[in-house]
């Protein structure tokens, strides 16, 4: 069964850090880009950082760069999200997606990550 679970979501400080993680079964995430998406209360679904398959790039929103870093762990079969910094604003469902070309693509159910004092 093909899947896609993140977590590693929860409430923290601001300045605080979060490692998210998206784990895949039923194929392998190495094949596919994977995306990190979030979501906040009356807001549309955001881009916020991307590597490519076989980590061929990684690209982040401007909002997240120097903050957030993106990586994959092909033994686990899963990509991860390190939140450093985290701001009032990265408050949001977090998602992730894999892409490959031909197959379409796969989302998670989201991971709730809320940033307060």
């Known amino acids: 069964q093909v899947q896609l679970v993140e977590s590693g979501g929860g409430l923290v400080q601001p300045g605080g850090s979060l490692r998210l993680s998206c784990a895949a079964s039923?194929?392998?995430?190495?094949?596919?880009?994977i995306g990190w998406f979030r979501q906040a209360p009356g807001k549309e679904r955001e881009g916020v950082s991307c590597?490519?398959?076989?980590?061929?790039?990684?690209r982040y929103a401007d909002s997240v760069k120097g903050r957030f870093t993106i990586s994959r762990d092909n033994a686990k079969n899963t990509v991860y999200l390190q939140m450093n910094s985290l701001k009032s604003e990265d408050t949001a469902v977090y998602y992730c997606?894999?892409?490959?070309?031909?197959?379409?693509?796969?989302w998670g159910q989201g991971t709730q990550v809320t940033v307060s004092s």
């Open positions: 997606r894999a892409y490959r070309t031909g197959v379409g693509y796969y």
């Open positions: 039923g194929f392998t995430l190495d094949y596919y880009a």
């Open positions: 590597i490519g398959a076989s980590d061929s790039y990684t």
